[in-house]
């Protein structure tokens, strides 16, 4: 039932950083997976980063690990996603995602996800 909004998407050089700020409408503890999915044009969905806000468990995709850090305020009602040092195929629409399964097999399944936000875009140019 949690509503999701994102925001902190802009337009910067490779190598720079953003931070991506998604906002919940109540705190997280019935829904504890909250996860960062993108979507490139052309492109499938694909998981990014996600946090079990019971204990504060966090993964990563492959693709993003070292660069990008996902946590949660204290309040748990907002999820950020730090990402540094962007590539060009970093550039996607980001959306943030909960009342779903983190991905504690390494397989994300977009398809448990229940709520999602509206989306924030990334670009980043070489």
């Known amino acids: 039932q949690v509503q999701l909004v994102e925001s902190g998407g802009g337009s910067v050089q490779a190598g720079g950083s953003l931070r991506l700020s998604c906002a919940a409408s109540e705190h997280t503890y019935s829904n504890p997976c909250i996860a960062w999915f993108r979507q490139a044009p052309g492109k499938e969905r694909e998981g990014v980063a996600a946090i079990y806000t019971g204990d504060g468990s966090t993964y990563y995709a492959d693709s993003v690990k070292g660069r990008f850090t996902i946590s949660q305020d204290n309040a748990k009602t907002t999820v950020y996603l730090q990402m540094n040092n962007l590539k060009p195929e970093d550039t996607a629409m980001y959306y943030c995602?909960?009342?779903?399964?983190?991905?504690?097999?390494?397989?994300?399944?977009?398809?448990?996800?229940?709520?999602w936000g509206q989306g924030t875009q990334v670009t980043v140019s070489s």
């Open positions: 995602a909960a009342e779903g399964l983190c991905p504690a097999s390494g397989t994300w399944y977009a398809g448990t996800f229940g709520r």
